[in-house]
């Protein structure tokens, strides 16, 4: 089993981000071009796209997608969060992020009586705004679990909706969106859509990470390379590109607040309501000290820094697989970070890589690159050669699991 080897993914057989796109914020075409993002296809989608910051309006996205149709049937059968089972399986990054929101809005919950998640994956958030005190609590996403899950692990009502399709914003005092602009080929259009059926006096928050911030100054824990660039993130959002997006919407910025978390990017909170003004012409953004000293208005100064701060990160993973790639590896971790390694790590495409595991059951049978993508359980079935943790959010996590497990040797390549 460990010497199997699946032949390389032809491109003609692969879905790639071949769709040319404007800026999703304010629709200039002209841009220059940040970062090269290749990432190596994983189970026939392939994400890769230069990142591209508009001349017009210095927003940062991905210049290539794939079309809607390829990117809703991705989300509905490749998630990961529809495949857990257990409350341990949900990480500390999505527990801290969920309870982060659910301390944003601890000055409005009083007056909260329903709330809606979309995107909300496993229902973590929907508890903690559920044991804050709102009484109502439904979610909407893509993934063909998600209910089942939900209800397994939170007894929270989730249905099985595209974001952009949905029709049932109006019914609720709080509409959610965590970690779902930057995945959106429009996010203006959905923020328009729930605009026009918000009720008088709800409220939307959106979570994104805050490209405002992407290279955490002042942080000096270690941080991914190019992990911000994900394979699914196509929008890299600052304050003021929400606030501008919001404000075509005929919303406006009540409150907002950027704040470090533990795992992963900075995470930008907005606290949404309708714009007293005509849409796109008043209410001033809040002053950053009702936000955060640390977050920049916008995020050209913050990419730069942060695509230094990448290259650095990235020569010293070369560095670590050079002690270790010396004959055959196995690779735990088949995201973003995988992707990316096999596509622009000379020194990995020097190593002989038996497999790569992953415990996503959706990605089970498929492949990254032309590496075979197994689940953990397969790791035994391999002989003694080291095995590379290529996750970054998780990575201690995993080798405590595989440490208490296997005897194989593993590799971490960050500290």
Same mark, same amino acid.
């Given at each position: 089993?460990?010497?199997?080897?699946?032949?390389?993914?032809?491109?003609?057989?692969?879905?790639?981000?071949?769709?040319?796109?404007?800026? +999703?914020?304010?629709?200039?075409?002209?841009?220059?071009? !940040?970062?090269?993002?290749?990432?190596?296809?994983? =189970?026939?989608?392939?994400?890769?796209?230069?990142?591209?910051?508009?001349?017009?309006?210095?927003? =940062?996205?991905?210049?290539?997608?794939?079309?809607?149709?390829? !990117?809703?049937?991705?989300?509905?059968?490749?998630?990961?969060?529809?495949?857990?089972?257990?409350?341990?399986?949900?990480?500390?990054?999505?527990?801290?992020?969920?309870?982060?929101?659910?301390?944003?809005?601890?000055?409005?919950?009083?007056?909260?009586?329903?709330?809606?998640?979309?995107?909300?994956?496993? *229902?973590?958030?929907?508890?903690? $705004?559920?044991?804050? *005190?709102?009484?109502?609590?439904? &979610?909407?996403?893509?993934?063909?679990?998600?209910?089942?899950?939900?209800? /397994?692990?939170?007894?929270?009502?989730?249905?099985?909706?595209? /974001?952009?399709?949905?029709?049932?914003?109006?019914?609720? #005092?709080?509409?959610?969106?965590?970690?779902?602009?930057?995945?959106? $080929?429009?996010?203006?259009?959905?923020?328009?859509?729930?605009?026009?059926?918000?009720?008088?006096?709800?409220?939307?928050?959106?979570?994104?990470?805050?490209?405002?911030?992407? #290279?955490?100054?002042?942080?000096?824990?270690?941080?991914?390379?190019?992990?911000?660039?994900?394979?699914?993130?196509?929008?890299? $959002?600052?304050?003021?590109?929400?606030?501008?997006?919001?404000?075509?919407?005929?919303?406006?910025?009540?409150?907002?607040?950027?704040?470090?978390? =533990? &795992?992963?990017?900075?995470?930008?909170?907005?606290?949404?309501?309708?714009?007293?003004?005509? /849409?796109?012409?008043?209410?001033?953004?809040?002053?950053?000290?009702?936000?955060?000293?640390?977050?920049?208005?916008?995020?050209?100064?913050?990419?730069?820094?942060?695509?230094?701060?990448?290259?650095? &990160?990235?020569?010293?993973?070369?560095?670590? $697989? /050079?002690?270790?790639?010396?004959?055959?590896?196995?690779?735990?971790?088949? &995201?973003?970070?995988?992707?990316?390694?096999?596509?622009?790590? +000379?020194?990995?495409?020097?190593?002989?890589?038996?497999?790569?595991?992953?415990?996503?059951?959706?990605?089970?049978?498929?492949?990254?690159?032309?590496?075979?993508?197994?689940?953990?359980?397969? !790791?035994? #079935?391999?002989?003694?050669?080291?095995?590379?943790?290529?996750?970054?959010?998780?990575?201690?996590?995993?080798?405590?699991?595989?440490?208490?497990?296997?005897?194989? +040797?593993?590799?971490?390549?960050?500290?």
């Amino acid at each position: 089993m460990g010497e199997a080897r699946l032949a390389p993914l032809a491109e003609n057989n692969a879905i790639i981000c071949g769709v040319r796109r404007a800026c +999703p914020v304010c629709g200039g075409t002209a841009a220059d071009t !940040l970062f090269d993002n290749r990432i190596a296809p994983t =189970a026939g989608y392939d994400f890769s796209t230069p990142i591209v910051r508009c001349k017009s309006c210095d927003s =940062a996205y991905a210049s290539c997608t794939l079309q809607a149709e390829d !990117l809703n049937r991705y989300y509905t059968s490749l998630s990961k969060y529809d495949s857990f089972s257990k409350n341990n399986d949900i990480s500390g990054l999505d527990r801290e992020r969920a309870q982060l929101a659910a301390t944003f809005l601890a000055p409005i919950v009083n007056s909260v009586s329903s709330a809606l998640d979309v995107g909300c994956s496993t *229902g973590v958030l929907l508890n903690d $705004l559920r044991e804050a *005190g709102v009484r109502e609590v439904h &979610g909407i996403d893509p993934a063909v679990n998600a209910s089942s899950t939900a209800k /397994a692990l939170f007894d929270v009502a989730v249905s099985q909706a595209q /974001a952009e399709t949905y029709d049932g914003y109006g019914h609720f #005092d709080l509409v959610c969106l965590m970690a779902v602009l930057e995945h959106l $080929l429009d996010p203006g259009r959905l923020l328009r859509d729930i605009g026009r059926q918000l009720r008088p006096g709800a409220r939307l928050l959106i979570e994104v990470p805050d490209a405002g911030a992407f #290279d955490r100054p002042g942080d000096g824990r270690p941080m991914e390379a190019f992990g911000e660039f994900s394979n699914e993130h196509i929008n890299f $959002l600052s304050i003021t590109d929400v606030r501008r997006l919001a404000l075509m919407a005929g919303l406006e910025v009540e409150r907002w607040q950027t704040w470090r978390i =533990a &795992g992963g990017a900075p995470g930008m909170f907005v606290l949404l309501r309708r714009a007293v003004a005509v /849409a796109g012409a008043g209410a001033e953004l809040p002053s950053t000290a009702s936000g955060s000293s640390f977050s920049r208005l916008s995020s050209g100064e913050s990419l730069q820094n942060y695509l230094t701060r990448s290259r650095s &990160g990235m020569e010293d993973i070369e560095r670590r $697989l /050079a002690a270790v790639c010396r004959g055959r590896v196995l690779v735990y971790g088949a &995201g973003n970070h995988t992707g990316r390694l096999l596509m622009q790590s +000379p020194t990995l495409a020097r190593a002989d890589v038996l497999a790569v595991l992953d415990r996503n059951q959706h990605l089970h049978g498929s492949r990254v690159g032309a590496c075979s993508i197994l689940p953990p359980a397969a !790791l035994n #079935d391999f002989p003694p050669v080291p095995v590379i943790i290529s996750t970054f959010n998780a990575r201690r996590e995993i080798h405590s699991s595989l440490r208490a497990v296997s005897a194989q +040797p593993l590799v971490l390549l960050y500290d």
